[in-house]
């Protein structure tokens, strides 16, 4: 017995492999839902012999009346009525006679937005409006009640009954812009192109807490596979692990998608419209001190150096940098806080090699 | 044994050293700072505010107002500002010298803000403005005054505008100038033809000549005192030369029975480069204004017209059908040998080298359309910044930024209106006019 308590742990035998299988929960109503586009055997059999559109439900392909389900629609647009066309565009599409199988009575047919979830979603129309703001990725129009602003936020409005006050935060988001200038000579070609040209963004990455483990350099090649406790020990000195009071959080540098996500937000304000043509050759190195809620201190905004241009563009296209600073980074920089040392001075070049009017 | 003692001692002296490194004032870091490039940005009209200006006197309260709404008609109709309405303000300024209170003007997004003050003495304006750069709270280079007539009040306005867009965007402006063009009356079948001259805007126009005969292409000189243009006056057409304050003209070719058109100032103002037709050949001539002296640009049996000099004065870009089709081509300013330098599918005419000199606007057509396009002096990078029925007849502003030119509607109905257009293609509008117009003709900026 005591032998099997002592020796017993080292046979103990493997756990029993099992299978693991991803499940995504749906309510009852998209599992009907679901369940009921597949009783639709005429939308199958009739799928089978449609060749795919050449583009995600062209509302062009050709439909006989009332026999057969409507052309899958896209999400956003409502349905049109089934228009019986006698020139089918699609010439895949087999002229269709009569099907015996089709029952008299037309299937119920399925409202689009039911239909979508089984439908790859239609590429939006790039942004072709004549907005005047030019942006590296196309903003579409805000709603209606949304104030335009640089940064997106969602309204946040009291929840009732609560004790605590709760701070009210209106809705926001960034003016429609479109990513090319639309000129009135290819304005009518980019109106015809349904091609997706923009997917959508990813969210930003949520900011990490001070006390989540900090992200670690990769270790060096030759790093000893041991290590002692001296060199913890000098490790966590180096660290700052030490008992010293260290004035600002340092933490490992910056990651690429933080400085990314920097770099996107001043760019977001750095509007290089109302340039000249030699300020728009001019590049400029410009130094900034930011406090530690990511707000730039405007007093340490300076130039650093300038290439290409003449003194008076270097100061235009200087003016235009520190515009962009300023402005957007009045609520300060989503930057963590835990690498301050890494980020409170920065040096921004602007290049406006690709913005320049070719 | 020994190797290991060897590399305690050896790292506990480390471990000294980096606590007596830490305790140190700049122990914190020493990581240099983040460095980043940015290369994309955003193009958008720049907010800016300009509220009325401040009446020093009563008398100045009447154009305290109209000034402060020509100068935000003028930033923003170049398409690169965009007006903070005054319903938006939270601020006033309430005295020229006054402190500005960023804060307010912060808060309603207005990047840059315009303050002025007028005063009337007798027939005196003196308008007097600051520019303001919002968001770093400094001013925008120094303040400016500038006096003369109360006649002349929109003129101190467009001034007052060109120097803010130049403080901003590090270009002169174009605000205080003129265009020349042909007014038109009358059906399409009828159309009666004067020249006349307004202010930029559309504003104060006259009228230069009678309806009598028709007149073609207007062109200023260099200091805009005088319009080379030509007429049938005689029956053909001849080039004349008119002093538009004294608004006198005179014949400038008097060759009986040959035909001079389309005439171009040189850049120096002594010299006028021209089309003349004989024998069905048209070839380009210059001739020295003050002498008469005339030279022979070129000699081929092709049709050579509507030249222009490149600012400097050193080269003349043309229009010849020499390869079978009228193309653009590039010569010496004395002539000699052209380079041709439009290989683009269509007709390419009428080009004019930019004042800046780094591009030549041109009318093309193509496949039934027109356009208005520019392209680089060497033909590179051809862009066509416009698209209709019928564009044609391209003229640069002072600063060589925007593009102004005629544009005719179909049909029996259609009439010719005045276009302009940014270079980069965005910002295309019409130019108010009383009448119909066409063949504009930028002038420089005004002294």
Redesign the interface.
Known sequence: MLGWAALGGWFQPEPASFEVQEVSLISAEEFARLSQQRQAPELALDASVLAPPEESAAPEVSVPPVRRPAPEEAPERPAPPPEPTPDPVVEDVPEVEPDPIVPETPPEVEPPVETAVILPPQPEAPQLLPV?????VPVAPPEPDVAVDDVAQPEVAPEEGAKAPQEVQEATAP?A?TDR????????EEQVVTAPSRSVRPQSRPQRQVAEAPEQPAPAPDAPVERSA??D??AA??A?G?D?E???P?GP??TSGE?DA??VA??????????????LRTTVVV?VSLAQDGKPD?GSIRMLSSTGGSA??A??AY?AA???I??CG?RGFQLPPDKY???????????????R?? | MRTYLARLAFYGLTLCAVALVAAGPGAAQSTGPLRIEIDQGVIEPLPYAVPDFIPDTAAAAEYASLIARVVAADLSGTGLFREVPASAHISKITGFDDPVKFADWKAVNAQALIAGAVSVNGRQLTVRFRAYDVFAENELGGGLQFSGTTDGWRRMAHKVADAVYSRITGEGGYFDSRVVFVSETGPKNERRKRLAIMDYDGANVQYLTNSDAIVLAPRFSPTGDRVLYTSYETGFPQIHVLDVGKVQRRILSTDDGIMSFAPRFSPDGRTVVYSQSQGGNTDLFTMDIASGQRARLTTAPSIETAPSFSPDGSQIVFESDRSGAPQLYVMPASGGAAKRISFGSGRYGTPVWSPRGDLIAFTKQNKGRFHIGVMRTDGSEERLLTASFLDEGPTWSPNGRVIMFTRETQGASGRALLYSVDISGRNLKPVRTPDGASDPAWSPLQN
Do not use: Y
């Open positions: 005047d703001r030019v942006a590296p003016e812009a200038i639309v000129t009135e000579e290819n304005q009518a001296v060199e020990a000098l000195a180096l700052g030490a010293v260290a004035p600002e340092a540098p910056l400085k920097l770099r001043v760019s977001q304000c750095w509007n290089v419209g109302s340039l000249s043509s030699d300020a130094g405007t008076a563009a100061k235009q003016e520190r515009r962009a300023i402005r009045s040392a890494h980020w409170r001075d920065i040096e921004m070049t602007f290049n406006p090699e690709r913005m009017i070719k």
